[in-house]
């Protein structure tokens, strides 16, 4: 524990007196902007401000909380929020909260604040015939979705819980937090807090209220599934799930996390605070998806002006060429270009001779020109990139680093057109190239941006890590990335085509170091390399933004589109459910008692409905057989 860094405050005039607690948890050990932004503003809405920690503080961080908090807990990672608060209570001590007309329970799973918390506070100082109050709260649902039970109850939700003094005096509350079961799992915590707390005290006669009812709402739970509604009508508090959470359960109620995100920006909430934490902690496709992280270039400059911004710009051009028609390509969108970055091109030593020569004719004539050969024969250039120009990622050499490969040279129709349209999405001419690098002057935790997934021909989707995820996972383990990995298809600049901060690029530099025999390097390795530049970036809470052309996007929307209804024509049921039904049929835990459940949802909704205690039922008594067995 570290101890109080400063005398207990006054609150906001004519507030009551209020102690709040704030638990913290970050896998990685960090405390984001995020969460000292939200520690800062409610700075001066209490007395006592206690920040408790389930994670390792770290030093630079700590200090800059103590100026922010009276006390910083630090506890073992255990038993979740549950056990956060429970410690943190027994911290203030038992006899001392009721020197306090108000106890809150949050945490760090909202942004904030987004909009004034004053409206909150004046509302709920309003309320006299309240013991307990939150901000947001969830309906009731029949049957309950995560356990055994008939139905989950209405309830506050736990992320706010403010606690007044009648609860504090009363023998049950602390009874209710030292008596709590082991908390051992996200569903356990639901269970014995979450959908517990507010029938629990509420059973005992004490009135609670939320400031924002879920009456008012057309789904469940506002927080996560109608955030925009909620800011709309002034919450302070953005739920960070309602930009991570399952994009498709997320399209199904009408959840626009692009929606929210503009709304929160347009009230001064900075977008990088929430894509720089976001990056690190999703799931990097979720993100693209929720927070629409796909942006059409617009071509709005004029061709000088686009070539004077480009002249402004500190950037490098590297480019990997495996074949003179490729180079060709590229060589005819450089002269489109017609910029002065100096361009280093990278050429397969296997290459024959007379192809060397035709490569070199075709890029090695510029002025700032320079040929590098290399082991490589990854058509991405990834590894050559990171082995052989690592001295172009040094830090302060160059603001972008613009990174062209030919395109595919692998047999196919499609192939070379993937690459022609990756290339096109970048620097289909020197307007867009320009957009692309304004991105970058926009946002500075901005660190790749890269074409969408090839669409035409191509088998990526679903398959994007083509065997590789295992090799790719031990080296990202060696690089130092943490990011969460994509279960399928990685967020990648497949075809070799992105613009970057060099920054993100540094944890992979290390991993072929000079000294490395070039020839030792794994063939895996070198293919996955390409697959890790996006989770390099993100693992540095820099974010990745894919980008596109009018053209293009207009020619992927018809072909997604149509795709889209082929499929959807075969499957039963709304796009949520679809899912699932293919899940239970051909993903890996599938067996005949998932097809028949998804089958009767399909078919028998009511029907599926009801079962649904059994199947938990029977779920937790299997499990419980398994773990058994497993102790023997």
Not at 24 to 30: E, F, K, L, V
Not at 475 to 495: K, R
Not at 612 to 625: C, E, F, M, S
Request: aromatic content about 8%; proline content about 7%.
């Amino acid at each position: 524990m570290m101890g109080a860094g400063r005398n207990e405050h006054d609150g906001g005039a004519g507030r009551m007196t209020r102690a709040i607690i704030y638990f913290h948890y970050d896998a990685r050990g960090r405390v984001d902007d995020y969460v000292l932004r939200a520690l800062r503003s409610l700075r001066p809405e209490a007395q006592r401000l206690l920040l408790v920690s389930s994670s390792p503080v770290p030093e630079g961080a700590g200090s800059e909380l103590h100026q922010v908090c009276d006390d910083v807990l630090q506890r073992e990672n255990t038993d979740y929020d549950v056990g956060a608060y429970r410690d943190a209570l027994r911290h203030i001590g038992w006899d001392r909260l009721p020197e306090y007309e108000e106890v809150i329970l949050t945490n760090h799973t909202f942004y904030a604040p987004v909009r004034p918390w004053s409206g909150v506070f004046d509302r709920a100082d309003s309320w006299d015939d309240v013991d307990f109050w939150g901000i947001t709260e969830h309906a009731a649902m029949r049957p309950h979705p995560f356990l055994a039970c008939r139905e989950l109850p209405r309830h506050l939700n736990s992320h706010w819980i403010a606690v007044r003094r009648p609860v504090l005096l009363h023998p049950d509350f602390r009874r209710y937090w030292e008596s709590m079961p082991e908390i051992d799992s996200y569903r356990a915590s639901i269970q014995w807090h979450e959908s517990r707390f507010t029938e629990h005290f509420g059973a005992l006669g004490f009135r609670h209220r939320a400031v924002f009812p879920v009456d008012g709402y057309r789904r469940d739970n506002p927080a996560v599934e109608e955030a925009l509604a909620l800011l709309d009508d002034g919450c302070p508090l953005l739920k960070r799930r309602a930009l991570f959470h399952d994009p498709v359960h997320q399209e199904a109620v009408g959840s626009i996390g692009r929606d929210v995100l503009d709304a929160a920006c347009s009230q001064g909430y900075p977008r990088d605070v929430i894509l720089s934490d976001l990056a690190r902690t999703a799931v990097p496709r979720d993100l693209v998806a929720n927070a629409g992280l796909t942006e059409v270039l617009p071509e709005t400059s004029t061709l000088e002006r686009a070539r004077e911004e480009l002249g402004e710009v500190r950037g490098c051009m590297v480019v990997h060429a495996t074949t003179a028609a490729g180079a060709a390509a590229i060589a005819e969108r450089l002269n489109r270009l017609a910029i002065g970055w100096p361009v280093v091109t990278t050429v397969p030593a296997t290459l024959p001779p007379g192809e060397q020569e035709e490569i070199e004719r075709l890029l090695g004539v510029r002025e700032g020109m320079r040929i590098r050969r290399v082991v490589d024969d990854c058509a991405d250039g990834a590894a050559a990139l990171l082995r052989d120009c690592a001295d172009l990622l040094e830090p302060g050499r160059y603001d972008l680093l613009l990174h062209l490969a030919c395109p595919s040279p692998e047999e196919g129709a499609s192939a070379p057109f993937s690459g022609r349209r990756a290339l096109d999405c970048l620097v289909a001419s020197a307007r867009i190239l320009a957009a692309a690098c304004r991105l970058f002057d926009e946002h500075p935790a901005l660190g790749l941006v890269l074409p969408p997934i090839p669409q035409v021909g191509a088998a990526i989707e679903g398959h994007g890590w083509d065997g590789l995820r295992p090799e790719a996972q031990r080296m990202a383990s060696a690089a130092g990335i943490s990011t969460v990995f994509d279960a399928s298809t990685p967020l990648a600049p497949y075809e070799g085509v992105f613009l970057g901060r060099p920054q993100a690029l540094a944890p992979l530099a290390g991993l072929f170091s000079a000294s490395t025999s070039r020839a030792a390097a794994p063939p895996d390795g070198v293919r996955a390399l390409g697959r890790l530049i996006c989770y390099s970036a993100l693992s540095q809470g820099l974010w990745c933004q894919q980008v596109t052309t009018a053209r293009w996007a207009s020619i992927d929307y018809s072909l997604l589109e149509n795709r889209s209804q082929a499929i959807a024509a075969l499957l039963p049921g709304p796009v949520e459910e679809r899912l699932p039904f293919l899940a239970a049929r051909l993903g890996d835990g599938a067996s005949f008692g998932a097809a028949v459940r998804t089958s009767l949802v399909s078919s028998h909704p009511r029907l599926a409905d009801a079962l649904k205690p059994v199947y938990r039922l029977l779920a937790g008594a299997g499990a419980r057989i398994r773990r058994r067995r497993r102790g023997r």
